[in-house]
């Protein structure tokens, strides 16, 4: 098992900090948080986004529990939004952005609700007084809307009203959810959300991915029928891309040996088997395949990049998947690919001059915006350099509660 030296865990904290001074630039008169641009500057007039909100709430949290004194304020300014300004008081749920005037994207997304999951997860674990009504709020809307017992996964995206669902199904949301609910199990101990986990990384990981050679489709029909050309016309769409996205290999490889590590000895042996062929998928399709260093945002289904651009958090998403990877398996490949990814991330990523990372590079691995503008949340490469701290865990929120 890998082991941290002095130094190093020094350095890790030393990036926390920065992350949290930049973060705390976001707090949004109105309520919530606001985006950030390159150099720190809030975008009061942009709307405020539920997903960032709700990551910046949930690491205010985990800084909360590490007993950062500025947290709690910051904690709980995430939480009154979550329980205020974005909550629509009429339909129930969370509009995906709001304004001075109101909401702006109405739609109820699972995506922005997982968020919600976790950032009162979270909370809870923090002790914040409204951290468990949030997450008693947001495990009603997860049952009630998204969740379909009979796929054991989770739909996409309602009108306000709850009246009209998306056809369309995506891996994104549901892999967010994992994480939310490995959090919801931890904070709560009931034991069916763990049970929920394990079947959506059951049908996706050991199905989808395993069933397309480890280039996991992102995109589905209503009928969970692959859209493999789904959004070929947008590429570098920030959420739904087309092709295969690299990054999300990577997530999908830790949140893998996160659940693992919640079964414990029952645990089914596909699941580090299956992590250890993602990760190895994606830095085989991914890494430094254009000839310069970097993980390419999206390849097709033959591995061929298609979005060349470098975002930062596939490399924080690497960077936590090789430190799980080395603690259950004790091989020094992993511990190598840890360290050749924090290389690259002080070489290019991280910002020393505005802090924070750069959101994004070019394939020259120069700062770049065709997909992300500004630097919007700090929710991978804060976890990034706090999961090497906590051992093996199945949140964060839950280990840091537990030490």
């Known amino acids: 098992m890998p082991a941290l030296t002095a130094v190093e865990s020094s350095t890790l904290a ?33 709307p ?20 950062d004194r ?41 995506y922005e609700h997982a968020f919600v999951l976790l950032a009162a997860s979270s909370a809870t674990a923090a002790g914040h007084e409204d951290g468990a009504a949030l997450l008693e709020d947001a495990i009603a809307m997860f049952e009630q809307r998204f969740w379909r017992e009979q796929d054991g996964l989770v ?21 967010h959810t994992v994480e939310a609910l490995l959090a919801v199990h931890d904070v709560t101990g009931e034991r069916r959300w763990l049970s929920r986990a394990h079947r959506i990384v059951e049908r996706v990981v050991h199905g989808f991915a395993r069933d397309h050679g480890w280039r996991l489709p992102e995109h589905f029909t ?15 769409h920030p959420f739904r891309p087309y092709g295969v996205t690299i990054g999300h290999l990577l997530e999908w490889s830790r949140l893998a040996l996160h659940l693992r590590a919640a079964l414990g000895s029952e645990a089914p042996g596909w699941l580090l088997e299956d992590a250890r062929a993602l990760f190895a998928r994606a830095v085989a399709d991914g890494w430094h395949v254009d000839g310069a260093d970097g993980f390419v945002y999206t390849t097709d289904f033959e591995a061929e990049p298609v979005v060349r651009d470098r975002l930062h958090w596939v490399v924080a998403e690497g960077i936590a998947a090789a430190w799980t990877l080395a603690e259950v398996t004790d091989d020094d ?18 910002d020393q001059d505005r802090g924070s990372w750069h959101h994004e590079l070019d394939p020259q691995n120069r700062p770049a915006d065709s997909v992300w503008s500004g630097k919007p949340d700090v929710y991978h490469a804060y976890q990034a350099a706090l999961l090497p701290t906590l051992g093996t865990l199945t949140s964060f929120a839950g280990a840091l509660r537990a030490s």
């Not at 001074?21 to 500057?41: P, Y």
């Not at 979550?82 to 109820?108: C, E, M, N, Y």
């Open 14 to 46: 030393t990036r926390r900090e920065d992350l949290l001074r930049f973060a705390a630039g976001s707090v949004h008169r109105e309520g919530g948080f606001a985006w950030l641009d390159q150099s720190g500057r809030a975008e009061l007039d942009r």
């Open 155 to 175: 739909v996409d995206v309602w009108d306000r009203s709850w009246t009209d669902l998306e056809d369309y199904r995506g891996v994104n949301a549901n892999m």
């Open 70 to 110: 500025a947290a709690p304020a910051l904690l709980d300014h995430g939480v009154r939004a979550l329980r205020g300004r974005l909550r629509d008081p009429q339909f129930g749920g969370w509009f995906a952005s709001v304004d001075a005037d109101g909401p702006v994207l109405a739609d109820k997304r699972a």
């Open 48 to 67: 405020v986004e539920a997903w960032i909100t709700c990551r910046m709430t949930h690491v205010f949290a985990l800084a909360a529990l590490q007993a």
């Open 222 to 236: 209503a009928s969970w029928r692959p859209r493999l050309d789904y959004h070929r016309d947008q590429p570098a």
């Open 333 to 350: 490949d992993y511990l190598r690919w840890y360290g050749r990814l924090w290389d690259y991330a002080d070489s290019f990523l991280i």
